[in-house]
């Protein structure tokens, strides 16, 4: 485990992203760290695509949303 020194701006992105994702602030910035990798990795794959991917890596099914009631 190390220290990274990122930028006061990207730090404070980082703090406000955590209040949408419910993560530590060391858990997001390894989660765009992660996901920057794979994107880097899979150029031509969605976001979406690598996010599903991984949660079934992991041993998580998505279901499909359930229908709305009008």
Do not use: Y
Request: charged letters at 20%.
């Amino acid at each position: 485990m190390g220290i990274v020194n990122i930028d006061e701006d990207l730090h404070d992105q980082l703090r406000r992203a955590t209040t949408v994702s419910c993560r530590s602030i060391n858990a997001q910035a390894a989660f765009w760290i992660r996901i920057g990798m794979l994107c880097e990795m899979n150029p031509t794959v969605s976001f979406n695509d690598l996010v599903t991917r991984e949660l079934k890596t992991a041993g998580v099914s998505p279901r499909a949303p359930a229908p709305r009631s009008p």
